[in-house]
């Protein structure tokens, strides 16, 4: 009941980190409290504790998961939006919270040399790799690994969609209908 994931934060303040973390379901999911988030490199942040690396989860669900409305995709949001729009009422890291409130600019230094040290930490093995073998590792580029599969994803959609039906890799597309969980799909043509 645990996930590994990672989060490339792309604009502000935090841009340029590379965040590791763990998402922690609970066993009675859905019925159970809500999931826990913790991080596997420091995050200076006020809703990350200094001490556990757990985001405060429960604030983005008003303290309570509700079966059928809640779902862990909206987690997935609710940690991306955190690094987005900064909150800094009932921190978990108070010394975060106060330095964005009042000195700005030393809360840039902190936050820089965490998103610095997430990206030192990147071509490390996580934690979790002692024991899962899925677990998301990366490499640094190697242009003999790495330029065909860059190459494909250059192409232009239209090129690569035609050049699967011809390969005949490409069975079709699949889709959830709308409003509920049922999958339909539609025969390549």
């Known amino acids: 009941m645990v996930w590994f994931g990672v989060i490339f934060i792309r604009q502000g303040i935090y841009q340029e980190g590379i965040f590791r973390f763990n998402l922690h379901i609970p066993e009675n999911y859905p019925d159970g409290d809500v999931p826990t988030v913790v991080f596997e490199t420091p995050v200076f942040h006020p809703l990350v504790s200094p001490d556990s690396q757990q985001l405060d989860i429960r604030r983005g669900f008003a303290n309570k998961w509700r079966r059928n409305v809640n779902h862990l995709w ?13 909150e800094t009422s009932h921190p978990l890291n108070p010394e975060a919270a106060v330095l964005f409130d009042s000195d700005n600019e030393m809360f840039q230094v902190r936050v820089r040399s965490c998103v610095e040290e997430s990206k030192r930490a990147m071509y490390e093995p996580p934690a979790s790799a002692a024991s899962d073998p899925h677990a998301i590792v990366f490499s640094p ?5 790495h330029d065909t599969v860059l190459e494909e994803l250059k192409k232009d959609r239209s090129e690569s969609t035609s050049s699967l039906k011809e390969g ?12 509920t969980l049922q999958i339909f799909s539609q025969s390549a043509s």
């Open 74 to 86: 909206h987690v997935l949001l609710y940690v991306r939006r955190c690094f987005y729009k900064i």
């Open 168 to 179: 005949g890799n490409c069975n079709g597309l699949s889709w959830v209908k709308p409003g």
């Open 141 to 145: 580029f190697q242009p003999a690994v």
